[in-house]
């Protein structure tokens, strides 16, 4: 599997978004993220991250930046069809009210001191570190 995934900046305060997986759901539940899922077979990687923030937060203005990471892991077991291989972006958009998903069950806006201080999953943690070091720059 393919996915990508986005570090969400708002271009007026700055601060990025998490979103918190349901509850409900059996991957994952009660994780905070960003936007992040699989493309779709023969579907271009800005075209799926398009559609992703579409679908997960009903973001449709955006400004794609710049790839942030590359990751790879195994969601579940380590099986072929398991297997996931992704492309973080740094988006940039002005839009402060999100549409989410059924997927999640809320969000927030946090600054990069708020971030440092967050309890996040290690791979989460590591692309928004990646993410924190590129504008320390």
């Known amino acids: 599997m393919v996915a990508v995934g986005a570090i969400v900046q708002n271009t007026k305060t700055k601060k990025i978004l998490l979103i918190q997986r349901s509850l409900s759901l059996s991957f994952r539940p009660g994780v905070w993220e960003y936007p992040i899922g699989r493309m779709k077979q023969f579907e271009e990687l800005e075209d799926a991250l398009h559609r992703e923030l579409k ?12 790839p942030i990471n590359v990751f790879h892991f195994f969601r579940g077991e380590r099986t072929a069809k398991n297997e ?54």
């Open 55 to 66: 679908e997960e937060i009903g973001l449709k203005t955006f400004i794609i930046v710049k």
């Open 84 to 137: 996931v291989v992704g492309v973080v972006y740094l988006i940039k958009t002005e839009t402060e009210t999100i549409t989410l998903s059924e997927e999640h069950d809320t969000y927030k806006w946090l600054t990069l001191q708020e971030l440092k201080t967050c309890t996040l999953e290690d791979w989460v943690y590591k692309d928004l570190m990646l993410y924190i070091n590129t504008q320390n720059m």
